[in-house]
Structure formats: C-alpha cells, structure tokens
C-alpha cells in the first residue's frame, strides 16, 4: 500500500469520527421520529399485554324455560344441553339468559347461576314434565340429541331481576315456561391461549404430571 493511499484512508477515518459529521447525521433522527418509534412501542405493549392478560368467557349454549316459585315469580329457568356440552356445564357457574320476549338490545340479558346439574341422561318424559308440553320436548330432545338439564337461579336487586347489558325493563314478572337461550361461562382464557390452544395445553399436562 502506497503512503498517498495510507494517508488518504486516515484521514478518511479521522473525517468520518470528527464531532463535525456527527453532528450532520444527527439531525436525520427528528422528534417525530422518536414520537412514532415510541408509539409503536407503546401499542405493541398493549397489544401484548392484552393477548396474555384480557380474559375471554368460554360459553356453552341451550334452550330454557322459564320457572317459578310457589309464589308464582320467575326464580330461574331450566335449561336443555347437548350430552357434549352439558358435561361441561358445573354448579356455581355464570349464567346469561336471554329471554325470547324481551328485547335482548334494549334489555339486555338476566344474571344468575347454575344452582343444579343432572348428569343422568334426560328422558323424553322428563323433558316433557319440565318443559310442560310434549310438542316442545320433542323440539328440544330433536335439537340436542341425547340431553342433560340443569336449573340456573337468578340473580336479583332489591327484589327484581338482575339485568345486564341493557335498561332494566319496567316490568320483569317473566310467564312460567317461557322459551329462552341460556349462555353458561365455563371457563375464562387469554387471547394467546385461544390463539396458541397446543402450547398451552402441553403445559396444562405437564402441570398436572408434576402434580
């Protein structure tokens, strides 16, 4: 290497180093710049903390029927299951129920809680004696197949109903047998969990093979 090019390239470095260039690159990094860049940061934290820390309700679904006590005031309705799905379904869990004669988007849904499950399969007989007419039944075993049932009592708030989603109608006195769809949460996961159901499955067996 000849000494022309040996001292062109140090002061080719001595240039590149000097506070002068630095101070010419610098600019290129504007506030806005650093506004944006912590932006992205800042959604993906939320983003992230979202998809491991929101919870999801898992539901299973049924027909219903309105009930009453001896007094003649909606306590509760008895639901319907498929055998799949009624398996799943344990006392104490949250219950929504909508009602078929109340405007769900202006009422919104009443509150309760799985107070009973029968685990025993459901005869047509006793679907009939709980949903008080044959034609019906029939309807509800035809839809589900092989049946379980469970009674969920509602919520209440000075006396009424509890309603959730909407404006407490003004009259909640529900008539004896009226249909509704029951909306059970069996269970509450994370968005990752749904989205990644392997990874956390294999950790669930070996938590429970530890154990």
Known sequence: MGSDE??????????????DQLNAIAPLVTP???????????LAGILI????????????????????????KAVGCVAFFSLSQGKRVDVGQVAYVAVSTVAEDQHGVVVGRVDM??????????????AGDPTLA???????????????????????LRWQGG???????????????????????SPVQLLLP??????????SGAR
Do not use: N, Y
């Open 138 to 160: 029939q309807e509800i075993q035809k839809q589900l197949g092989t049946t379980l049932f469970a009674s969920i009592a509602f919520d209440s708030v000075d006396g009424r």
């Open 167 to 189: 404006v407490m109608p003004e009259d909640d006195e529900l008539k004896l047998f009226t249909p509704c769809e029951v909306r059970v949460v069996i269970d509450e996961k």
């Open 32 to 42: 806005r710049h650093v506004l944006l860049i912590s932006s992205v940061f800042l």
């Open 49 to 72: 903390g979202w998809a491991f820390f929101a919870s999801i309700p898992i539901t299973v679904t049924g027909p219903a029927l309105i009930k009453h006590d001896a007094q003649g």
């Open 6 to 19: 040996k001292i062109f390239r140090e002061g080719a470095i001595e240039t590149a180093a000097s506070p």
């Open 198 to 207: 392997t990874l956390f499955a294999d950790d669930a067996k070996a938590g």
């Open 117 to 130: 499950v029968d685990e025993r399969l459901t005869s047509l007989e006793t679907v009939t004696e709980l």
